[in-house]
């Protein structure tokens, strides 16, 4: 006969597992990137024009995720170390006529963006250029070009956590994309004056040159490791109760569940139990664990029921998985198996007794032909 059964008595919680706890640390180590965009504005005869580009992406950036087998992930950092630097550049043109100034400027914001991460930069990068100047002329076309100006590169650096419900996108034997975008990319190009000037016009190219390097830590604590013995592991136990006598008290035997210390070991549940064999000749009080800290134990006690006579054995296997914390990826669950066994004998009957019963007999025997002579 097989049984099983989901424990729904659920005991305090042991101990403080969680994330709060101080935790192991590793990362993906720096990846460098470096990217560019880029937007023109052109404007025709008219003293101002504008032209954007914006969501234009610097870089994505493939970063290692965290690898389950050596704990649970708890945390995860996204850590930038970069520049920005930015470059103006434009011309004008007109035909004959008065003298004309021509000018332009340019502006953006940043961000970093991944699972569960966004970031932007304050404030946003702006640059003015230093323009140029159409000379008068009588007759004919009229040109100028003024930069590149470059502005001094802006130090762009965060180290940002990613959302707790983002944690299982960061973790496997892949890799996990961040991106480096600019979320507002824009040029303006201007001209002092547009009158008695067909065909005149004006441009401006700004451009956002963006470098550094990126890398993810991870924050996680060891598994938890479940065993029936506080210094070693132990994932078998036997229970022996004996020969005990029908109908006698119920003899118990104690057991232990632990998790074995570590200071950064993550805590243990206990989420089932499947009982086979002679379940009904036994009796048990486990129950649910939530978050059995590391270092600590809970006891149980397992009993013989001696009701029926025989030799009774009965096997149960406890599930259990690293508690409800971190990402669920990294979890991981155990087995444990714990071993009843027990003989229940009926009670023999004293020689004196069997003496006793057939002095009765022949008592009886006697009245009994006394009475037919």
């Known amino acids: ?61 493939a970063l290692g995720q965290f690898d389950g087998a050596n704990g649970v992930l708890t945390g995860v950092d996204l850590q930038l170390t970069s520049n920005r630097a930015q470059t103006i550049n434009g011309s004008g043109n007109k035909n004959n006529g008065p003298a004309r100034t021509v000018n332009g400027s340019g502006s953006s914001s940043a961000l970093l963006s991944g ?25 004919g076309p009229v040109n100028c070009t003024w930069g590149p100006n470059t502005a001094a590169a802006a130090t762009t650096d965060t180290t940002v956590g990613a ?57 996680y604590l060891l598994h938890a490791l479940a065993s029936f013995d506080g210094s070693s592991a132990a994932n078998s136990l036997t229970l022996d109760f004996g020969t005990v006598a029908q109908n006698s008290s119920s003899p118990s035997l104690s057991f232990s569940l632990f998790n074995q ?21 036994f009796s048990t009080d486990l129950s649910a664990v939530t978050g059995l800290a590391q270092g600590s134990s809970q006891a149980f006690l397992a009993g013989l029921l001696t009701s029926a006579t025989g030799a009774f054995n009965a096997q149960y296997l406890l599930n259990l998985s690293d508690a409800d914390l971190g990402a669920s990826n990294t979890r991981q669950n155990y087995q444990l198996t714990l071993n009843l066994v027990g003989n229940v004998a009926a009670v023999p009957v004293p020689a004196a007794v069997w003496s006793f019963l057939t002095g009765l007999m022949g008592m009886l025997a006697l009245v009994r032909r006394k009475k037919s002579a």
């Open 163 to 219: 959302d707790e419900a983002n944690l299982n996108d960061y973790a496997g034997g892949g890799s996990v994309n961040a991106s480096l975008s600019l979320p507002t990319l824009s040029a303006t190009t201007t001209m002092s004056a547009t009158q008695g000037q067909p065909g005149s016009g004006s441009t401006a190219t700004y451009k956002v040159d963006w470098s550094g390097s990126l890398q993810a830590n991870y924050s």
């Open 1 to 61: 006969m097989k049984t099983s059964f989901q424990l729904t008595a659920i005991t305090v919680l042991l101990g403080v597992s969680g994330i709060s706890q101080a935790a192991l640390t590793s990362t993906t180590g720096p990846v460098s990137f470096s990217g560019s965009a880029s937007v023109t504005a052109t404007g025709g005869q008219a003293a101002s024009a504008t032209n954007s580009n914006n969501g234009a992406t610097i870089a994505n950036v």
């Open 115 to 139: 699972a569960g991460v966004s970031a932007s930069f304050a404030p946003n990068l702006t640059q003015a250029g230093t323009g140029c100047t159409l000379a008068h002329g009588p007759t």
């Open 261 to 281: 210390a570590n200071a950064d070991r993550i805590g243990l549940d206990l989420d089932s139990v499947i009982g086979s064999g002679d379940t009904s000749s």
